[in-house]
């Protein structure tokens, strides 16, 4: 049997959309986002704009703090699995943006056709996945001091 934390990593490695909650002045917000995970650096790496509603949010909220959700989509109750996480985002910079630009585009190439490429890192601080192929509602639980450090 796989440890509950491969489990997870192999997950996030099978899925590319990821959606993201915000929260301004107390308003929950949500977008759905393309990723690339950098499993090196326990983060997610997804493009948006900063005049999309949910970063806006973010940055007017002073709000770094987002959750978010990664499903399969099946109508067989037994093959449901997912996750829900928390974590922070930020801005990606210098060094951390040439690794970060080279790993989304070559997982997204037709993003290169992008005026502009905003990337944004999502480091998760607690993932809960839910697998049902392991029984039915089973849980599996992934906190921050389990997870690697993020670069």
């Known amino acids: 049997m796989n440890h509950p934390e491969q489990r997870i990593l192999d997950f996030i490695g099978e899925h590319h959309i990821l959606t993201l909650a915000v929260s301004r002045d107390n308003v929950p917000y949500c977008a759905t986002c393309y990723y690339a995970w950098l499993k090196e650096r326990n983060q997610f790496i997804f493009t948006s704009d900063y005049k999309t509603r949910h970063i806006r949010d973010v940055i007017e909220g002073k709000n770094y703090q987002v959750a978010g959700a990664i499903a399969l989509e099946t109508r067989i109750v037994g093959k449901i699995r997912g996750i829900q996480f928390t974590g922070t985002i930020k ?23 992008m005026p502009d490429l905003y990337l944004w890192s999502l480091a998760p601080d607690f993932i809960k996945m839910t697998d049902n192929r392991l029984g039915f509602g089973t849980k599996l639980v992934w906190k921050a001091e389990e997870l690697p450090e993020s670069g």
């Not at 801005?91 to 056709?113: N, T």
């Open 91 to 113: 801005p990606m910079e210098g060094d951390d943006l040439s690794v970060a630009r080279s790993r989304y585009l070559k997982r997204f190439p037709i993003a290169r056709m």
